[in-house]
């Protein structure tokens, strides 16, 4: 079956750096979406990408977040200045396209990257 | 606005026992509910989803949800607990397509 890969699965960073977290999705799939788990807490939405550009993004995706398609392959997650607050497993996922009106959709996530800022 | 509360963060079962993983949903519009698993290093796993049509919806590895709107509730059951589903499981709702809410999880030990 088709997967969701990320790279690395653990990535320690000091507190101010920049860090950039890998995804490649499945192939055929045009929406791409971050995910983030704080340790012992909800599973938070980030991010949602289609078409090149971003098209919703939660209250947590402020200016330090960015993410971008930079081949047919790769969607990553940049975040320019890392707080200690930002370690967390961060999930990648990928979707079909949808027809109008179609909902409910099947994500597919991958296994996640661990990110630790010290 | 949407929320999930899942009761229970840490469910054990004998093995060959009922499961019986809780689900509570607030959404302002018709929901579209899922359940994922995930498996120690692993990603998140879509078992089931509901979205229209009949309430009762069967997912993979023998699990089904009903969806009850009267009781805004989810939950996730299968009659014969395995080993193997020992894992950590979330409800998901989503008012729009694609933005899920998920809840906090609950962690399911599978005793022997």
């Known amino acids: 079956e088709p997967e969701v890969t990320q790279t690395p699965s653990h990535q320690v960073t000091q507190m101010g750096q920049e860090v950039i977290l890998r995804c490649v999705p499945i192939?055929?799939?045009?929406?791409f979406y971050w995910y983030r788990q704080i340790l012992g807490q909800k599973v938070e939405f980030l991010v949602s990408f289609y078409n090149n550009e971003i098209s919703e993004k939660s209250e947590i995706f402020d200016d330090q977040f960015s993410v971008e398609r930079p081949d047919g392959s790769n969607f990553t997650l940049k975040i320019r200045s890392t707080k200690l607050e930002d370690s967390a497993m961060y999930f990648c996922a990928s979707s079909e396209a949808l027809l109008r009106g179609e909902v409910g959709e099947k994500l597919f996530f991958g296994s996640g990257t661990q990110l630790s800022v010290l | 606005a949407q929320s999930v509360t899942q009761l229970g963060s840490h469910v054990s079962v004998s093995e060959g026992a009922l499961v019986l993983l809780r689900c509570n949903y607030s959404s302002s519009v018709p929901p579209y509910l899922f359940w994922y698993v995930q498996y120690p290093n692993q990603g998140l796993q879509l078992l089931l989803k509901?979205?229209?049509?009949?309430?009762l919806v069967k997912g993979i590895n023998g699990f089904e949800a009903e969806f009850k709107k009267s009781e805004t509730s989810f939950h996730l059951t299968k009659p014969s607990a395995h080993m193997s589903d020992a894992a950590e499981y979330f409800c998901a709702v989503g008012g729009s397509a694609r933005q899920l809410t998920f809840g906090s999880g609950t962690q399911l030990t599978v005793l022997p």
């Open positions: 509901y979205t229209t049509g009949a309430t």
């Open positions: 192939s055929n799939h045009l929406y």
